[in-house]
């Protein structure tokens, strides 16, 4: 997490027992615990995408309307 970006709460070995790891820091969007479980194989998924799925159930729960997925996660993800 920002400002300690290379710091990580686990150690990359043990990440090869995972086969799957979410980190819900963001920025920046690759952290040190995603990039070093990746290379361990696991699959990964970024803050930026749990917050992309939050936003989705917020909007359509307070609008009772579908969310516009394409068009939030363009802006979330191009800013």
């Known amino acids: ?13 043990a990440l090869k027992h995972y086969s799957l790891v ?3 820091v963001y920025p920046p969007k690759m952290t040190r615990l995603l990039r070093e479980a990746e290379e361990c194989g696991a699959i990964v998924v970024t803050g930026l995408e749990m917050f ?5 159930e917020r909007f ?3 609008t009772g309307s579908p969310a516009p997925k ?3 996660r363009r802006v979330l993800v191009d800013h």
């Open 1 to 13: 997490m920002q400002p300690n970006i290379d710091e990580t709460p686990i150690p990359k070995q």
């Open 22 to 24: 979410f980190d819900a």
């Open 52 to 56: 992309i799925g939050q936003a989705f």
């Open 60 to 62: 359509e729960r307070f």
């Open 70 to 72: 394409e068009l939030f």
